[in-house]
């Protein structure tokens, strides 16, 4: 009887329980049920689709904030067409890239929901999303941008709903001519005339997949921006993904991988180019992320001085028409200020809105000269302009100005696979000079010898120091040729390491910007009272600025009124030259401004003439002219005297002549004087060099 009562009493909670939950599940069903209906109540009309979606634009002004750069995601151009006015290629294309599920899905892709969700997990973030071409639809012509829970169950609802309620090829028609595809560019028909002048219907079968390509990111792989190369990588992706698929054989596959392109520029009110690019790209997306940017409306208030940017674009593209004779198709000019970092003037290339040369070539590779790319931002071999580097780490190491090197022809011995035998720029040798002698007339011998007294590794400090990045291989990578510019650096990086020697030593890390406001004045970030940093002690940055400043130490190789000279004011300057003439440099400064010019060629084909080490100095002397207008220089302070415990280091030689290694240790050079010189592998090499050069008739 009592087990009998028991079961009994174990049937009753059972039934109680299975009734609560058929209610619990009711009401939950209820709930979304009302959710659903509550959102979808307002679904938008099928022309919603096609009108302005949810963007803010985003405004890029100058540093007084009255001239406007650029309106980034501004007044929209759209020309909404049907799908079958859509070219089968472009529409296969898209589907591989964005929602490889679209025909199997209802609208929420939950076996890629499912991966992405379990790839963050093992990875600790969020590594890319899951959002079907519907979901993207709805968020783009719908919905605001603002990440809440809401927000997402709206998502969700409205994108069921038009699953429901439209056809597919209905759903891709209303996507292909909403989706943003770079500037104000929205929809395939307009960004097919703005990229390639020809209607969507017209579209080849890689010019199709080019727009599947810029979807992802369409400022980052816009066709007219510094990221062209990524967009062809791809390309060639999305070209992959639909021969996977089916949608193309191998032939086309490969035709298409290797088929020219040709990029037209879209009509834009942009100023400034290539610093609006470097903004966007560089910094706001690096920054923000895209779709921050189009969802915050922001202003943006950058460090650029549109008086000099007026002028450098000028005279960049004036001067290189010129230049043209010499066999250099391309210039760029980069202008900080050295007391805060903040970049005042920023030209990438001769002109950013004309065509590459020559026409219709796609790359460095095979390109004299291409506009968008912007040249201040590339690695290149900077040639005798590393020099002050070198120098520096050798004061700093113990040597003065006046420490006696001998510009004799030398062999250096082995480094890397070959003798290394370098010459001066003219070919003439000097016999002994001081290293400010050597600096200011830029020597190659001497300096080779300066480099290795300072040690390639510790001239590599000193430069990264004073902000270079990209000198990141051993110092056996480079070995000797590094004080003749053997490793590449950036043109900004350098510029702005150069200003170092300006401010005594101080460091102002590289900033373009000055505020940044969201669309409601909130001050998103705000750069003033830049704390700089000391990378280099006063006395040896006031000695470096004492030789470059010194017109009458330069001038038995530049002449007394070379460009690197102004009568009026006191300016510190220094040029390089690559081998063959495949690079040219003037980088220079006063107390307030450092600037950096550059001419050559993208590809990195040589120059064709000797003249061609002129360029680049005229077109820094006459921005520097201009710029003193606003930026007037204030005369340097003076290096406090040098003297040293060793004559030789002193500047006295006396006969017979050996070089400085005989009288000091280079480790260690205010030391003792070595007891056994020839234990460094330099010595003899070097003491041979002197005894050939005066035993010669």
Known sequence: MKLFLSKRKKFNVFSVFLRFLAVFIGAVFLFFLAVFFYYIKDFPKPEKFTEKSFIESTKIYDRTGTVLLYNLYGEEKRTVIP???????????????????????????????TKVILESVKEGRIIRGASTVSQQ?????????????????????????????????????????????????????????GYFHKKAEELSLVESVILASIIQAPTYYSPNGPNKQELLKRKDWVLQRMNLYGYINKEDFEKAKNEELKFYLPTTDMKAPHFVMYIINDY??????EEFLKQNGLKVYTSLDWRLQENAEIIVSEKSSIYEEFGAYNAALVSINPKNGQILAMVGSKDYWSESYPENCVSGANCLFEPQD????????????????????????????????????TNFGIWGTKTYAPQNYDGKFRGPLTMKQALAQSLNVPSVKVLYLAGVQNSINTAQKMGITTLTQPASFYGLSLVLGGGEVKLIEITSAYGVF?????????????????????ILEKNENQELKRVLSSQIARTINNILSDNKA????????????????????????????????????????????????????PMASKLAVLTAGAIWHSFMDKAFQYYTPRNFQ????????????????????????????????????????????????????????????
């Open 502 to 522: 300006s401010q005594d030593g101080l460091r102002a890390p590289i900033t373009p910007i000055l505020k940044i406001e969201d669309s409601e004045g909130n």
């Open 374 to 409: 912007n040249v201040v931002l590339r690695k290149r071999q900077p040639g005798s302009a590393f020099k002050p580097f070198v120098y520096a780490a050798a004061f700093e190491k113990g040597f003065t100005p006046d420490t006696i090197i001998f510009d004799v022809p």
């Open 83 to 113: 799908i079958e006015k859509m070219p089968l290629y472009l529409r296969q294309a898209v589907i591989v890239t964005e929602d490889a599920n679209f025909y199997k899905h209802k609208g929420v892709d939950l076996w890629a929901l």
């Open 554 to 605: 330069r001038s038995p190789i530049f002449g007394a009124n070379s460009n690197l000279y102004f009568e009026k004011y006191e300016t510190a300057a220094k040029t390089g030259t690559t081998q063959n003439y495949k690079d040219e440099w003037a980088i220079g400064y006063s107390d307030s401004l450092v600037t950096g010019a550059w001419v050559g060629n993208n590809n990195n084909s």
């Open 284 to 289: 706001l997306i690096s920054k923000f992320g």
């Open 638 to 697: 003076k290096p406090n005297p040098i003297t040293a415990n060793k004559s030789a280091l002193n500047g006295i030689i006396e006969k017979p002549y050996h070089s400085i290694l005989y009288y000091i240790d280079k480790n260690n050079p205010r030391s003792e004087k070595p007891a056994n010189p020839s234990n460094d592998p330099q010595y003899l090499l070097w003491e041979q060099g002197i005894y050939n050069y005066y035993s010669k008739p």
């Open 137 to 193: 639809l709805i968020r783009n012509s719908f919905l605001t941008r603002e990440k809440t829970f809401e927000r997402k169950i709206k998502e969700l609802v409205l994108t069921l709903e038009l699953e429901r309620r439209y056809p597919k090829e209905k759903i891709l028609e209303f996507y292909l001519n909403q989706i943003p595809l770079g500037g104000d560019l929205y929809g395939v028909e307009a960004a097919s005339q």
